[in-house]
């Protein structure tokens, strides 16, 4: 409302003192009672300030105008300011001078009327005069005509609205808090504060009369319990935000060098930003380590982005906090939206807190490396112990020392690739290994139970998944191919990540810390660690330098596992070469000078195998003469000239004695496997090369060596050492093998005069001609074959299709029983079910239940066992190497013809089986 006294540039206001408006001023807000006395010697005018004697409130920003515009009755005469009337009068007004002493003589009395204790208005004059003010502690006398400290008292009981209004219009915020620091040491209760208010850097701020020697003993035993060096460092911004009235403020620490991070206890997902200049302001402050204040209504060309999030006019102060290295450890921003800008003061305030949280965030690094380090050593003392004092598998204990690691950095899974120098390759030999915790962090009793066996067995099941990759291809294999360590912080960002393994397993890799492990200077694996679970999710320079310390031990584990595994495979073989040298005997040499004797063989000595291709059946022969035919094979494909005739003869016959006598794979079948190869090499020149022709005939014929009438599966369940040797295709290795211990005996090597690359080669095909003849790689490389030939792909310009070629060619050969004349192919089998039958019979002295196939009580069922062996396995076969060799038709021919025999005499059985069933009804 309009204030005005008519003819005065002064109003008195009853607020303990006179304070002066300007007539070019607008009134400030004051919600208090303004009494406007008219000057004594000035008239009034009609309907004019008489009106306006009672109280009023003024606000501020008042248009004052539309007072001035208001139409008085015609009776008066207009005002036409606040601070004239009647001004166009001819009556003279009174002179500047006179109007300020009268003002001053209105504004006394109004003084003495207050001091008198009158109440004008609603509202009484609680302040009273200064000189009734407290004076040390001690309220003093109310002066006669003022009220009494009761009176006082009992008003602000009647009237709690009045002291609220009056607190919250002229009471800080700091005294508020003093005030209840004292109320909470008197009721001798605690007080719960403001969120802000409630560390222990705010009680000791606020505090006036609290003791200091209990607040620092509570100070350090929460220090002792706290080891989270972010939350201190947010404890102590949180406080200095207080202290210097900030409205809010932010927190970046450093994780990772180069880069700030926004810290917060309820941000899920921070972010983090480049240090440098051009950006914002806390990522500037980072970079120049220096104080900065900066008010958001004035951009500034080195950080244009400001103050992210920060909407409005604010005033902004930057502080650094740095270790005693001057190395970046935080950046606080604090934001003043109301109020005046950051000074000197805040600074200093600031500098005093930092010394205080320098201390504290000190002793936090402190008692969180020692205990850090009282992990590490714990992790080392285990790896020691279980080097030395167990000796386990090297697989059991890679996986212990993983486990170990993965709780040192808090990593979600882990995997380790070992170096293959032969093929330049890594491979997966623990793949995933990961630890099931419950909440408290102890581990399930699911777990416990579960052996250290049977969780090593899971874990290599794992890595057989995954296909080695060459050194440099992918994260691991360019830690390997480079010896450096890389910490990844997001795994799809980086270009070298493959995330193939992802999409199989359905696992997301976030952050991965890659290191090598080198013994001698030289990588021979990679350790991975993959998603970091607490904290940032990304791994520390910490869990670096930890890692650093665990790569040695693990190298040191990993190298005396080897060893140890060498030891143990070294006494296994030992056993089986025991085992081979207690039941052969080397080739008798009247048996190698009678061959010898006789001469290179002939061709007119030998018609029968020449030219009955893919019929020849050696019936009738005794073993000396099939090692005769087996030279004659082998002169009439590879001749005489690059090999030494005697040491054919002295291999040839040591091959036949390294035969064990049993059923059927004896020298027999190893003679009429090399048979049926020397017919398919016969029936196909130019389709193989030389040295695969030699690979594949010495393959064939050594294919069975020392077979001790057992399959893979029975070997392996018995325990016997060749298992413990050979995990897969257990008989086909030791059968190379074999073969390769008779290649190194004195006078045996038929391949001598060969060179080193040509020994390589046709020793590499051998192996892998050999091992074709386990059937359980039979299915895998059909498989492979057949969908080559349904893309009509195939080619034999190919090495990849060549070696699948020759796979079938050897597994066909294995089964060319099946496609022999009738007359062989039913005395055969009943060779081959004798042997079955001896291995059933031994299943049962064990106590198992034999298969229908080896079980002696099911021979009359050997019809319909043939029938679907034939259909299952050896059809198939020849069906699919017929369309990419045409010359082995003739083996296909033979086992249909065999196949409709078998069929017949199923069809004769079950009807036996339908007469026995009438009889027995």
């Known amino acids: 409302q309009q204030l005005a006294v008519a003819g005065t540039e002064h109003i008195a206001l009853t607020l303990d003192h006179v304070m002066e408006v300007d007539k070019e001023e607008e009134c400030l807000e004051y919600k208090v009672q303004i009494v406007v006395s008219p000057l004594e010697d000035v008239d009034t005018p009609p309907g004019g300030v008489a009106d306006v004697s009672t109280t009023s409130t003024a606000k501020p920003n008042q248009n004052s105008s539309r007072q001035r515009k208001k139409k008085e009755s015609s009776e008066s005469v207009t005002a036409h300011n606040r601070f004239h009337y009647n001004c166009c009068s001819p009556k003279p007004s009174p002179s500047k001078e006179e109007i300020k002493a009268r003002s001053a003589q209105n504004a006394e009395r109004i003084r003495s009327k207050s001091r008198s204790g009158g109440l004008y208005g609603s509202r009484n004059d609680l302040r009273g005069s200064k000189s009734n003010l407290a004076v040390n502690g001690r309220k003093q006398e109310p002066e006669s005509g003022s009220m009494s400290w ?184 604090l934001v003043r939206s109301k109020g005046h800008t950051f000074n000197e003061d805040d600074i200093e305030v600031v500098n005093s807190y930092l010394v205080w949280g320098g201390v504290s965030i000190h002793f ?292 036949k004695k390294n035969y064990r006598a049993v059923a059927y794979h004896n020298w027999a079948h190893g003679f009429h496997v090399a048979n049926s190869i020397y017919s398919i090499l016969k029936a196909s020149p130019g389709i193989f090369r030389p040295l695969e022709c030699l690979a594949m005939f010495i393959g064939a014929l050594c294919h069975d060596l020392d077979h001790r009438g057992f399959n893979n599966k029975f070997m392996i369940d018995i325990g016997s050492p060749l298992a413990a040797i050979y995990s897969t295709s257990t008989m086909e290795h030791h059968h190379f093998n074999m073969t390769i211990n008779i290649l190194q005996q004195e006078h045996h090597n038929i391949f001598a005069r060969l060179n080193p690359e040509e020994y390589k080669q046709v020793l590499g095909n051998m192996k892998h001609c050999i091992l074709a003849t386990d059937l359980a790689l039979f299915f895998p490389n059909k498989a492979r074959l057949t969908n080559i030939v349904k893309e009509d792909s195939f080619s034999w310009d190919v090495p990849d299709h060549r070696l699948l070629a020759q796979a079938l060619c050897l597994t066909g050969s294995d089964l060319n029983s099946s496609t022999k004349p009738w007359e062989i192919q039913f005395r055969t089998s009943k060779i081959v079910y004798a042997e079955f039958h001896e291995q059933g019979d031994v299943e049962k002295q064990l106590g198992w239940k034999p298969i229908p196939l080896f079980d002696r009580d099911n021979y009359a069922e050997v019809a319909s066992m043939q029938v679907g062996f034939i259909m299952g396995i050896c059809l198939p076969c020849y069906d699919l190497i017929t369309k990419c060799l045409p010359s082995m038709t003739p083996m296909m021919e033979g086992c249909k013809r065999n196949l409709e025999n078998w069929k017949e005499l199923k069809a004769e059985r079950e009807k036996e089986k339908e007469k026995e069933k009438e009889k027995s009804s």
């Open 364 to 655: 936090a690094d402190i008692y969180s490396k020692v205990q850090h380090q009282k992990s590490v050593n714990d992790f080392l003392l285990s790896v020691v112990k279980s080097i030395f004092q167990e000796m386990i598998s090297m697989d059991t204990l890679i996986v212990q020392i993983m486990n170990q690691a993965q709780k040192l950095v808090d990593a979600d899974r882990a995997s380790l690739f070992l170096v293959d120098t032969k093929t330049n390759q890594l491979y997966a030999r623990i793949f995933d290994v990961s630890i099931e915790q419950t909440e408290d962090g102890e581990f399930s009793q699911a777990t416990k139970e579960i052996s250290e066996e049977n969780k090593t067995k899971q874990f290599l099941q794992k890595s057989a998944n995954i296909e080695p990759f060459p050194i440099g291809k992918g994260i691991a294999g360019h830690v390997a191919q480079t010896g450096e360590t890389l910490n990844v912080a997001d795994a799809y960002k980086d270009d070298r990540f493959n995330p193939a393994i992802d999409e199989e397993t359905g696992y997301t890799t976030k952050s991965i810390l890659c290191m090598p492990i080198c013994i001698r200077g030289s990588v021979i694996g990679v350790l991975q660690m993959i998603n970091k679970k607490s904290g940032e999710e990304t791994f520390t320079t910490e869990d670096e330098e930890s890692f650093k310390t665990f790569a040695v031990y693990c190298g040191l584990a990993l190298h005396h596992a080897k060893l140890y595994d060498k030891i143990r495979r070294s006494e296994q073989k030992y056993k089986v070469a025991l085992e081979v040298l207690s039941y052969h005997n080397a080739a008798a040499m009247d048996e190698i000078e009678e061959v010898i004797n006789e001469g290179i063989p002939k061709i007119e000595d030998h018609e029968d195998i020449s030219t009955q291709i893919f019929t020849y059946y050696a019936t009738g022969l005794d073993d000396m003469a099939k090692v005769r035919k087996a030279l004659f094979m082998f002169v009439d494909l590879f001749g005489v000239e690059r090999f030494e005739y005697e040491t054919l003869v002295r291999f040839f016959i040591t091959v």
């Open 150 to 333: 009761d009176q006082v008292k009992t008003y602000l009981t009647s009237n709690p609205d009045n002291l609220e209004d009056y607190i919250l219009d002229h009471i800080g915020l700091d005294t508020l808090e003093k005030w209840l620091q004292r109320k909470s040491k008197k009721l001798n209760k605690p007080v719960k504060s403001s969120t802000s208010r409630n560390s222990c850097l705010g009680k000791w701020k606020f505090s006036v009369e609290a003791d200091k020697r209990s607040m620092l003993t509570e100070l350090s035993q929460h220090l002792v319990g706290s080891s989270n060096k972010a939350l201190l460092m947010w404890e102590l911004a949180n406080c200095i935000s207080s202290a210097v009235d900030a409205d809010q403020f932010k927190l970046y620490l450093v994780y990772t060098e180069g880069e700030i991070t926004e810290f917060a206890p309820e941000i899920e997902k921070p972010t983090s930003q480049p240090i440098r200049s051009g950006t914002t302001l806390a990522a500037h402050c980072a970079k120049v380590k220096d104080v900065l204040k900066f008010s958001t209504a004035t951009p500034d060309p080195r950080y244009p982005k400001g103050v992210p999030g920060i909407k409005g006019a604010a005033k902004v102060l930057c502080y650094p906090v740095c270790s005693e290295n001057e190395e970046l450890e935080a950046v606080i921003e």
